[in-house]
């Protein structure tokens, strides 16, 4: 979470790598002096899901919470934008930390649920290079050694983490297309198009329903239902969207009668070129 954690070549050669199993001892509380020091001066990226439940603990639309708490950014290369949560300008404090800790912790953050730890996921060839957890050790805090030992799979569980996972596949999914490799930008279109579908819900719910989109597209009535009310819902919907969209793939069916404008059109474009010759 920090900004000074470790990268990622350091991480696959100096570290530990650990698994569910192995144990953790960490605290973390006001009865430490380095309590929500680690909340000041970070850089934090929000994931979609992030997103969702920090807007929805705040009760604001999308646009509203993009607006006011977070800033774009850039990954390594230029090659994709993410989210980035706006630390106070005076002091570089989260906006949500106090006196008394986090003011939306049942909320927070997936980078601030796992610190101290750190995930690692190699992307070599080799079918031994698997994921593994890492310990994330910082002069700041104190809170290493200072509870009751206990393993890192209890530790995931405590943290309410699996809801994060689990919410944070059809993500993870979308970026691990080859296309990102490329290093290709997005054009703008695309580019609003990506950031709309993964943090701007609200206002991509309003794209789905307030123009053509459930014309073009053939959704089951209940799922349409389903990504009316539940923003979990249209999150995963998003994803299969932006799949499609972006790189083609079919996860997404066309209607029947947008089927037939399209033949009927590539009819006419026949038409027209056997004219011209």
């Known amino acids: 979470m920090p900004d000074l954690a470790p990268n990622e070549e350091a991480v696959l050669r100096d570290y530990p790598r650990l698994g569910p199993d192995n144990a953790l001892d ?35 639309n999308s646009t509203e919470f993009l607006e006011k708490y977070t800033l774009l950014g850039c990954t390594k290369g230029q090659k994709l934008p993410v989210v980035l949560l706006k630390m106070n300008a005076g002091d570089r404090r989260c906006p949500f930390v106090t006196d008394e800790g986090c003011s939306i912790y049942a909320h927070r953050p997936w980078a601030c649920r796992m610190y101290p730890l750190g995930l690692a996921e190699p992307m070599g060839p080799h079918p031994t ?21 206990c393993a890192i799979r209890d530790w995931i569980s405590s943290q309410s983490i699996e809801t994060y996972e689990m919410m944070g596949e059809p993500f993870r999914n979308l970026m691990m297309n080859d296309f990102w490799e490329k290093g290709e930008p997005l054009d703008p279109s695309k580019l609003e198009m990506y950031l709309m579908a993964c943090y701007d819900l609200d206002r991509f719910r309003r794209f789905v329903f307030e123009t053509r989109f ?14 009316r009310s539940d ?13 499609f969209s972006l790189f083609h793939e079919k996860t997404m069916k066309l209607s029947r009668s947008a089927m037939e404008s399209l033949e009927q059109a590539g009819a006419q474009a026949g038409v027209a070129s056997e004219t011209l010759r």
């Open 26 to 60: 960490f605290h973390c509380g006001k009865g430490l002096d380095c309590f929500t020091r680690c909340c000041q001066d970070v850089s934090i990226v929000l994931t979609p899901y992030d997103v969702l439940r920090m807007k929805n603990a705040l009760q604001l």
């Open 231 to 243: 923003d979990e819902e249209l999150l995963v919907f998003a994803m299969e969207w932006l799949r």
């Open 129 to 149: 290079e698997r994921g593994f957890y890492f310990v994330i050790r910082e002069d700041l805090c104190h809170g290493h050694s200072k509870g009751s030992q």
């Open 214 to 227: 459930t014309q073009i597209f053939d959704i089951d009535e209940a799922r349409l239902e389903a990504i």
